[in-house]
């Protein structure tokens, strides 16, 4: 099984930060990651797929980068919205989640 | 608008049975892979179960093989979860989920549905 692992597990942050987190795959993935936020109490929202590829309707700040078994998702410039929860996710064999990323007020 | 509703969720007993469904409208459900994915309370994301567009094929998390079963009906546009020999550990939300294209990653999620496991 193919194992992802996020880090940091939480990250506190201002609103204008510039804010990135690390998600690193167990074997090479290709570009077969997605990013997801997610709120309490709310279904999961895709960010990011194909490790860079900008989801319909999502704001540019959020950006995604890597290949092969690292990756980052980037938040340009922090916004009140977006203090949630971030998954990324491989999509090369089945589907694994990593742990989460909690985005937390500073 | 596009849409996914889950229901039939609920309390059950350790070795007891659940059907969750996944009501869709607002796109073509027959030309899509579907999903579910479950959240334990406080906890991760989990892939569970994917189904093909056309029900040809089905695939299962390694924690449910043997005792779930998904299934859809294209005439009806809704996704089905069947659960048997449920476990304390299968206590979560469950979230049906529209698979991008052809690949196993989640453009669309439904609000989820709470099943709980316990005596």
């Known amino acids: 099984d193919i194992q992802m692992t996020q880090s940091p597990s939480t990250l506190s942050a201002s609103v204008g930060d510039r804010v990135t987190i690390t998600c690193r795959a167990s074997?090479?993935?290709?570009?077969?990651l997605a990013w997801y936020q997610q709120k309490p109490g709310k279904a999961p929202n895709l960010l990011i797929y194909?490790?860079?590829s900008l989801q319909s309707g999502v704001p540019s700040r959020f950006s995604g980068s890597g290949s092969g078994a690292e990756f980052t998702l980037t938040i340009s410039s922090l916004q009140p919205d977006d203090f949630a929860t971030y998954y990324c996710?491989?999509?090369?064999?089945?589907?694994?989640f990593g742990q989460g990323t909690k985005v937390e007020i500073k | 608008e596009v849409q996914l509703v889950e229901s039939g969720g609920g309390l059950v007993q350790p070795g007891g049975s659940l059907r969750l469904s996944c009501a869709v409208s607002?796109?073509?459900?027959?030309?899509?892979?579907m999903h579910w994915v479950r959240q334990a309370p406080g906890k991760g994301l989990v892939w569970v179960s994917r189904?093909?567009?056309?029900?040809?094929?089905?695939y299962y998390a390694d924690s449910v093989k043997g005792r779930f079963t998904i299934s859809r009906d294209n005439a009806k546009n809704t996704l089905y979860l069947q659960m048997n020999s449920l476990r304390a550990e299968d206590t979560a939300v469950y979230y049906c989920?529209?698979?991008?294209?052809?690949?196993?990653?989640?453009?669309?999620w439904g609000q989820g549905a709470m099943v709980t496991v316990s005596s």
């Open positions: 194909k490790a860079s």
């Open positions: 074997q090479n993935i290709n570009t077969w």
């Open positions: 189904i093909n567009s056309d029900g040809s094929g089905t």
């Open positions: 607002g796109f073509s459900f027959s030309s899509y892979w």
């Open positions: 989920a529209r698979g991008i294209t052809v690949v196993n990653a989640f453009d669309v």
């Open positions: 996710q491989q999509y090369d064999t089945y589907a694994t």
